[in-house]
Nanobody
Framework: QVQLADSGGGSVQAGGSLRLSCAASGRTFSTYAMAWFRQGPGKEREFVAVVSHNGNITKYSDSAKGRFTISRDNAKNTAYLQMNNLKPEDTAVYYC????????????????WGQGTQVTVSS
């Protein structure tokens, strides 16, 4: 079992950057794919990015490609989402999640979730 705690959200102006972190408890962190999802006001939760258990493979949503970078440090049991060139439409609560299924983008296939961290981007 894994417990996740995400952090690093905040308020920035358009064009700014933020780095989200997801700290995991448990000794099996390195066996899970780690992903970030987000849920904007009045919207459904959507996939942002996922990284494989060993960090070698990543996948991004079209809106995240070229601006966001997902990574992980298995020695620190932590996953990251570096977000650059933020836009107002990136405003959402961001959630990290863990799955033992390889690189899935469907939220229902993730077993463990962080509590969420708010990202607000102003124009």
């Amino acid at each position: 079992q894994v417990q996740l705690a995400d952090s690093g959200g905040g308020s920035v102006q358009a064009g700014g950057s933020l780095r989200l972190s997801c700290a995991a408890s448990g000794r099996t962190f390195s066996t899970y794919a780690m992903a970030w999802f987000r849920q904007g006001p009045g919207k459904e939760r959507e996939f942002v990015a996922v990284v494989s258990h060993n960090g070698n493979i990543t996948k991004y949503s079209d809106s995240a490609k070229g601006r966001f970078t997902i990574s992980r440090d298995n020695a620190k049991n932590t996953a990251y989402l570096q977000m650059n060139n933020l836009k107002p439409e990136d405003t959402a609560v961001y959630y990290c999640a863990a799955s033992d299924i390889f690189l899935v983008v469907v939220s229902t296939l993730y077993d463990y979730w962080g509590q969420g961290t708010q990202v607000t981007v102003s124009s």
